[in-house]
């Protein structure tokens, strides 16, 4: 593969000649263990859940590095394994939605049903200058599109932010994770533009379906602190069910800092048509505050509150209240405490389900 790299490297200046190179290359003097580099989370969180009939606690650990090389003067080769032990609480919970969005023990075995375990992401990555009219990225490969699409500074990391479910990534907007796709990003200043297409192997019953991802992103420097707005639409040409009907998201996602020490946050989504037992409509936002506050700069707190709709199973909407408090021990490790409060509204005469779920999680970021 390094020996490639040359090849490689030629053959797309051949094809674009008109493009200056990246200001800065990487020199090909280094050897491949210099251009080689190694990142992720390794950590674990334990779980207590109080509801009606479901008083349960359970942990998990979970190791996620992700190693990259650097090929030429801008290309990257990359790929993120899941290791983990235990799935919390996620498996035996009676709320709608997880109270750990990790990709714990279910999630790493057969991966979408491809027979693939622990390996999530496989990828080659190119970026081109293209001078005065911005940067563009081509990605393709074993991806997560949600690395892509539906992002939000605040609300969109299960192992350092927020940990259930509704606050993390849309849970109405069925980005898939870990399948086969292409990526094209082009920035140019404050402005972005991505999209997305994955060919997913199978749905919940067992069909083959095409995702296509479209989003674009402003980046906002105001007297306040910077913004970040993004609109995205994704579409599936299915339902996940047997009928296989297509559908469509739209989701507005946007954070905005207030001064140095306090940031806010927001998503808003909707789908033209959902199965039954699927979100239908999201409403989430919530802030975020820095340790300075309380004279511990590394420290952060956030609260965030997230209301969706159900389509009809029984379901009619989820409501989560969540609040986390991150304390830095030491660059890169940190202990979270967290409390969520859930509240499943079921139709009819059913007796709503509604609890509490309190956790800790400790995690060292490499």
Do not use: K
């Amino acid at each position: 593969m390094i020996a490639a790299a040359p090849v490689w490297t030629a053959l797309v200046a051949a094809l674009s000649p008109q493009l200056p190179e990246p200001a800065a290359p990487v020199s090909d003097e280094l050897r491949w263990y210099e251009r080689l580099s190694v990142s992720g989370w390794v950590g674990g969180a334990w779980q207590v859940q109080r509801a009606s009939g479901a008083n349960d606690e359970g942990g998990a650990l979970l190791l996620r590095p992700s190693i990259e090389l650097r090929v030429g003067a801008s290309g990257r080769l990359h790929t993120t394994l899941g290791l983990p032990v235990g799935e919390s609480l996620n498996g035996d919970t009676p709320f709608a939605l997880s109270p750990w969005a990790a990709d714990l023990e279910c999630s790493a075995i057969d991966i979408n049903g491809t027979g693939r375990d622990y390996l999530l992401t496989a990828w080659y990555g190119h970026e081109l200058g293209l001078g005065d009219a911005g940067t563009l990225r081509l990605t393709g490969g074993l991806i997560d599109a949600t690395e892509y699409l539906d992002q939000n500074e605040l609300s969109n990391d299960e192992l350092t932010q927020f940990m259930n479910a509704a606050l993390v990534n849309s849970p109405n907007g069925f980005a898939p994770s870990y399948d086969p796709g292409a990526v094209v990003e082009w920035e140019r200043g404050r402005f972005g533009v991505t999209g997305v297409v994955m060919r997913v192997p199978e749905n919940d019953a067992g069909r083959p379906y095409t995702f296509l991802g479209l989003q674009g992103s402003y980046r906002a420097d105001t007297g306040l602190g910077e913004g970040r707005y993004r609109i995205y639409t994704g579409h599936r040409d299915d339902d996940s069910s047997a009928a296989g009907e297509p559908r469509t998201v739209l989701i507005l996602s946007a954070s905005q800092s207030l001064g140095e020490r306090v940031a806010v946050w927001t998503r808003l989504g909707t789908q033209d048509r959902t199965r039954a037992g699927e979100n239908a409509q999201l409403a989430s936002g919530g802030l975020q505050l820095d340790g300075r506050l309380w004279h511990r700069p590394e420290d952060v707190l956030g609260l965030g509150l997230a209301h969706l709709s159900v389509g009809g199973s029984g379901l009619e909407s989820s409501a989560v209240l969540e609040a986390y408090l991150s304390l830095a021990l030491r660059p890169g490790l940190a202990l979270t405490l967290d409390a969520q409060h859930v509240l499943d509204r079921q139709e009819g005469p059913t007796p709503d389900l509604e609890g509490w779920v309190f956790g800790v999680r400790l995690g060292y970021s490499f």
